[in-house]
């Protein structure tokens, strides 16, 4: 089945630690994007790729990291300088070729820092 | 700028009765338009979207939406709520030349009994 993986569920990290979020998928998509999620907020872009090698900051960059090496993978790095990282972070993936083509999500990881 | 507004933090209604969450957008360019649903601890998926091809799009699990240019609206509707569509609801917006998604701040949909 065709679709978007991301790992682990829920994570869990200690002030002060980076941590890498895992995205992969198998649709042959050419866009990757990650999303932060808190309550209230809607979703809030911190990055996107459109092609291997190549990204761009989102709206909420500061503090994140993201590498795009192959095509079917774009992990995040949350990194110590991130005041407030505890939220529900998603990932997907779309097909170029217009704006008409809808994003496809990930299941999400939900992290928190202790 | 494009952008994108739920009027509506929270809707309830009963089981059987008539559902309508609202999204106004905002955009210089034609827009594309979307409406995704996120069940709890799951990520967003696709209900339905506009592409200019028909005013009135049709989505799965009986959701549809209109597209009015005239009242920069795109509100979503459903004749009659089922239990188990109880979920945030998200309204998105993109345009040309863009592969960015803008997203409202989204609509928690209650169902009861």
């Known amino acids: 089945d065709g679709g978007i993986t991301q790992s682990p569920k829920y994570l869990f990290r200690k002030e002060g630690q980076n941590v890498t979020l895992s995205c992969e998928q198998n649709?042959?998509?050419?866009?990757m994007y990650w999303y932060r999620q808190d309550p209230g907020q809607g979703l809030r872009l911190i990055y996107y790729?459109?092609?291997?090698?190549?990204?761009q900051k989102g709206d909420i960059a500061e503090g994140y990291s993201v590498s795009r090496e192959k095509k079917e993978s774009f992990p995040l790095t949350v990194t110590s300088a991130q005041k407030n990282p505890t939220a529900f972070y998603l990932c997907?993936?779309?097909?170029?070729?217009?704006?008409?083509?809808?994003?496809?999500f990930g299941p999400g990881t939900r992290l928190t820092v202790l | 700028a494009q952008s994108v507004t739920q009027l509506g933090s929270h809707v309830s209604v009963s089981e059987g009765a008539l559902v309508l969450l609202r999204c106004n957008y905002s955009?210089?360019?034609?827009?594309?338009l979307f409406w995704y649903v996120q069940y709890p601890n799951q990520g967003l998926q696709l209900l339905l979207k506009?592409?200019?091809?028909?005013?009135l799009v049709k989505g799965i699990n009986g959701f549809e939406a209109e597209f009015k240019k005239s009242e920069t609206s795109f509100h979503l509707t459903k004749p009659s709520a089922h239990m188990s569509d109880a979920a945030e609801y998200f309204c998105?917006?993109?345009?040309?030349?863009?592969?960015?998604?803008?997203f409202g701040t989204g609509t928690r949909l209650q169902v009861f009994p």
């Open positions: 998105a917006v993109s345009g040309k030349n863009t592969d960015k998604l803008i």
């Open positions: 506009y592409t200019s091809a028909a005013t």
């Open positions: 997907a993936s779309r097909l170029a070729g217009g704006p008409h083509n809808e994003q496809f």
């Open positions: 955009s210089s360019v034609p827009p594309y």
């Open positions: 649709l042959n998509h050419d866009a």
């Open positions: 790729s459109q092609i291997v090698n190549d990204f």
